[in-house]
C-alpha cells in the first residue's frame, strides 16, 4: 500500500524505479556459465542490493575486480561480525585472513544466512581471485591484511574515543576507500591526485552514517550487542548506550544522534573533493551513488528520534531517482545541496535548541559553498532552490517527463485489457444468443 501512495506523491520517481528494476533484472540474467563468476555475482546480487547495481556498471576491467574485493573483504566481516566465535578464535582468525587467499580448499563456516553461505562456497571466490591481474591481487591482499588486522584489534578493545572511532571505520571502510583508488589507477581509468586522507573520507563517511542508522539494529543483535557509538560522545547523553531505546530518554539520544551527525558531516567536503577529482564517468558514479545516498540518509536520520524505534531510510523510488541522476559532479553538487538545506532548515527549526545546531549549520554551511564554487552560484541562491528540492525540479527533468509517458502507457494498456475483456464478453454473449 505504502508503495501506491509514495508512487502517487512522487510520480517523478515511477520511471527511475522502473530503470532500476529493468537494471536489476538485467544484472541478475547475466551469466558468465562459469560456476565460479555466476557465484560471485550471484551472491554479491544477494547480500548487497545497492552495491551490487553500482559495482556491474563499472568498466569490465574493473568490475571483476571491484566484485572480489567486495566479497573477499565481506567474508573478512562475517567472521568479525559473528558474535558466536570465541574471541581467542576470532583474533587469530581475522589476522590470518589474507594468508588465505591463495588457498584452494579454505572456507570457514560462520555467519547467516547469504553470508553463510558465502563462506561455506568460499573456494568459488578463491578461484575467481586467482583469475585476476596479479596487480589487483596485491592490492585485494594488502587491504584484507590491514583490514583484519585494525578489526583485531578492536575485538579487543572498545570504540571509546572520537579517535578510536576514525580509527575504526578507517580499518573498515577507509581501507577499502586506499585500495579502491589502487584499483583505479591499476586498471588505467583514473591517473589523477587521489590521496589517501581524501579516500579514507569517502569511506569514513559511509560507515559512520551506517554506524549512525543502524543504532536499533546493532544493539538489538543476537546473542550480544555490537556497538560502535564512541563512548566519548554518547556518555555526554547517556549513561548507557541501552538507555537511548527507552522513549522518556528520547530528548537526550536525539542531542547524541545529532551530535553524531556533526561528526560526521565534518567528512562531506573532503569526499566532494574526491569526486570532483574523478575522470572516468563510470568509476564517478560508482562513487558518487553512494555517497549521495549517505548525505540523503543522514538528512533523514539528523533529529528523529525514530532511529532509535526503527529503520530510517530514503524511500525506494527517492534512492532509483539519485541513482539514476548522479552522472556529473554538477548532479552531485545539487544533491549535497539539497540535503545540507534539508538539514539546515531542522537547524533553523526543530533543533534550533539542540547543543550543537549552531556547529552543525556551520558545517552545513560550507558544504552549501563548496556546492556553489563548483556550480558557479551563489550559496544564499542555492538555499533558497535547495529547499524547493532543485534535482528534484532541474537534473531529472528528462525523469518527469518519461515517468508522464509511463503512466500514459499504463493507462492505454490499462484501456486496452478493458476493451479486450468487454470484447471477449461480447463475443461469448453472442455465441449463446
Ligand atoms: C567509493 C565507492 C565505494 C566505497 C568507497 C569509495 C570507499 C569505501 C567503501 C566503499 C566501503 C564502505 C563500507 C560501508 C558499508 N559498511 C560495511 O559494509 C561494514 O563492513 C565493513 C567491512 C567490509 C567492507 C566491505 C565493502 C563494502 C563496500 C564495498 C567494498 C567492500 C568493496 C568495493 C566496493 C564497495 C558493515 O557492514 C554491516 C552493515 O553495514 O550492514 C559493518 O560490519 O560494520
Ligand atoms: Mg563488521
Not at 575504526?168 to 584499483?183: K, P, Q
Not at 551513488?289 to 531510510?313: D, H, R, S, Y
Amino acid at each position: 500500500m505504502g508503495k501506491l501512495t509514495d508512487a502517487l506523491d512522487h510520480p517523478e520517481e515511477i520511471w527511475p524505479l522502473v530503470q532500476m528494476y529493468a537494471a536489476a533484472r538485467k544484472a541478475k540474467a547475466q551469466t558468465r556459465g562459469s560456476p565460479d563468476w555466476d557465484f560471485c555475482y550471484s551472491l554479491l546480487n544477494a547480500v548487497s542490493r545497492s552495491f551490487s547495481i553500482v559495482i556491474q556498471q563499472l568498466p569490465p576491467q574493473l568490475r571483476d575486480a571491484v566484485c572480489i574485493f567486495y566479497l573477499v573483504l565481506r567474508a573478512l566481516d562475517t567472521i568479525e561480525d559473528d558474535m558466536t566465535i570465541p574471541v581467542d578464535v576470532k583474533v587469530p582468525e581475522l589476522v590470518k585472513f589474507h594468508t588465505r587467499l591463495r588457498d584452494r580448499e579454505w572456507k570457514y563456516v560462520c555467519g547467516e544466512k547469504d553470508y553463510r553461505r558465502l563462506m561455506l562456497n568460499y573456494p568459488l571466490v578463491t578461484q575467481a581471485f586467482l583469475q585476476l591481474d596479479s596487480v589487483h591481487q596485491e592490492v585485494i591482499t594488502d587491504i584484507a591484511r590491514r583490514m583484519g588486522k585494525g578489526m583485531a584489534e578492536f575485538i579487543e578493545r572498545d570504540v571509546e574515543t572520537v579517535q578510536d572511532y576514525d580509527l575504526y571505520c578507517h580499518y573498515v571502510a577507509g581501507l577499502t576507500g586506499l585500495g579502491l583508488v589502487h584499483l583505479f589507477k591499476a586498471s588505467r581509468l583514473e591517473h589523477g591526485d587521489l590521496p589517501d586522507d581524501l579516500a579514507n573520507s569517502m569511506g569514513l563517511f559511509l560507515q559512520k552514517t551506517n554506524i549512525i542508522r543502524d543504532y536499533l539494529e546493532d544493539i538489538n543483535e543476537e546473542p550480544a550487542p555490537r556497538m560502535f557509538w564512541p563512548k566519548e560522545i554518547w556518555g555526554k547523553y547517556g549513561r548507557v548506550l541501552e538507555d537511548f531505546k527507552d522513549p522518556a530518554n528520547s530528548a537526550a539520544a536525539v542531542q547524541c544522534l545529532n551530535h553524531l551527525v556533526l561528526n560526521v558531516m565534518r567528512h562531506a567536503v573532503r569526499s566532494l573533493e574526491f569526486l570532483s577529482r574523478l575522470q572516468d564517468i563510470q568509476v564517478f558514479r560508482f562513487c558518487a551513488i553512494p555517497q549521495v545516498m549517505a548525505i540523503g540518509t543522514l538528512a533523514e536520520c539528523f533529529n528523529n528520534p525514530q532511529v532509535f524505534t526503527g529503520v530510517v531510510k530514503m524511500r525506494r523510488g527517492e534512492t532509483a531517482k539519485y541513482m539514476v541522476s548522479i552522472n556529473s559532479m554538477r548532479n552531485v553538487y545539487l544533491a549535497f545541496a539539497h540535503f545540507a538545506c534539508i538539514m539546515i532548515k531542522k537547524c533553523n527549526g526543530p533543533a534550533q535548541n539542540d547543543p550543537h545546531a549552531t556547529e552543525l549549520h556551520v558545517v552545513l554551511n560550507e558544504v552549501l559553498e563548496r556546492c556553489g564554487e563548483g556550480l558557479n552560484v551563489q550559496p544564499a541562491k542555492l538555499q533558497a532552490d535547495g529547499l524547493r528540492g532543485i534535482l528534484g525540479k532541474a537534473a531529472t527533468r528528462p525523469a518527469i517527463a518519461l515517468s508522464s509517458i509511463v503512466l500514459i502507457l499504463a493507462s492505454v494498456v490499462t484501456l486496452l485489457v478493458v476493451y479486450g475483456i468487454l470484447a471477449d464478453l461480447w463475443r461469448s454473449s453472442q455465441q449463446y444468443n
